[in-house]
């Protein structure tokens, strides 16, 4: 693979690296102060398209967590790396029925060997039907149309899951995140809430927030990717304002800048990615797109021509 050695400031660098505490706080407490919204709004006026838009809300806020225990997986949070576990897998892994630890001996491996047979995640994805490109759009259609009616998320939860309760435990541990989901379900009974946390929780789980993580892993790095070229084998994503939302919570679409650089956080990634544009090489072969809902989509239709690698023709 050709490696891109960039020319980016040391000391930038190094700036942009500083972990700030507040910053991701900020980012979890707004998370939940959201879903704790949209279910008080869609409750008190009820409806059926209100219902349907808080369900998208609340799974794009789990994508949302799921970008913060990505954050705690790279010691990205705290200086203290345990506090910043334990506040990780309490707020935003567990919700998700994940854990820190699980999660980052798997991406990390992700990292060390990016799309090669020894990267867990490429390995459960490549030469599957839904992880396979150029799709028709028919086919992507019904594969998205999968993951709204529940058959695809639950299929690819059975694959994740496991993968990501691989991790070693503690008693103590398996303990701790037993405790608490038993303690979760005691609270609903008590409450007599159960009916919401199906209708609130258990409903966007398994509907969108699979459709949301599938097409930002296909984003990431799968559809007309040149994987010879470090710059061009993961792609950066340069979103919609809705697409943030759903798609790209807390800067996840700075995929590219982020295997460059995993140590900067996800609230630098903007400016990294600033300082990465006054690079020529850089900017002139980053494989770069516009819109999840568009410029991916296209490339996912499209086909690389093989004697110029990264242009697509349409099929």
């Not at 998208?56 to 010691?75: C, D, Q």
Request: charged content about 20%; glycine content about 6%.
């Amino acid at each position: 693979m050709k490696v891109y050695k960039a020319s980016i400031d040391s000391d930038e660098l190094k700036k942009l690296s500083v972990l700030q505490p507040r910053s991701t706080m900020a980012a979890m407490a707004l998370d939940w102060a959201l879903i704790a919204a949209v279910i008080a709004i869609s409750s008190h006026f009820g409806g059926v398209w209100l219902y349907l838009l808080a369900v998208a809300v609340i799974a794009g806020r789990m994508h949302a967590f799921g970008v913060l225990m990505h954050e705690a997986a790279h010691f990205r949070f705290l200086k203290d790396r345990q506090r910043a576990d334990v506040i990780a897998d309490l707020f935003v892994a567990w919700p998700i029925m994940a854990t820190v630890e699980g999660y980052r001996q798997n991406h990390l491996a992700h990292h060390q060997h990016t799309n090669t047979d020894r990267d867990p995640d490429w390995v459960v994805k490549f030469g599957k039907a839904a992880y396979t490109f150029p799709q028709e759009l028919w086919v992507l259609s019904l594969n998205l149309l999968g993951y709204l009616v529940a058959v695809n998320s639950l299929r690819d939860l059975a694959h994740i899951l496991p993968r990501l309760a691989q991790a070693e435990q503690t008693r103590r541990y398996r303990l701790a995140r037993f405790a608490y989901y038993l303690l979760t379900a005691t609270l609903m009974m008590l409450l007599g809430v159960w009916k919401g946390f199906l209708l609130y929780w258990i409903v966007p789980y398994l509907t969108m927030f699979p459709l949301f993580f599938y097409v930002r892993g296909v984003a990431e790095h799968f559809g007309s990717m040149d994987y010879d070229d470090e710059l061009g084998s993961t792609r950066t994503v340069i979103p919609y304002f809705w697409e943030r939302w759903f798609f790209a919570p807390h800067n996840i679409n700075y995929h590219l800048e982020h295997h460059l650089f995993p140590g900067i956080p996800f609230y630098n990634l903007p400016k990294l990615s600033a300082s990465l544009m006054r690079d020529e090489t850089y900017r002139a072969n980053a494989h770069i797109t516009r819109g999840y809902s568009t410029g991916v989509l296209r490339e996912c239709l499209a086909a690389v021509r093989r004697d110029k690698p990264g242009q697509l023709v349409q099929t």
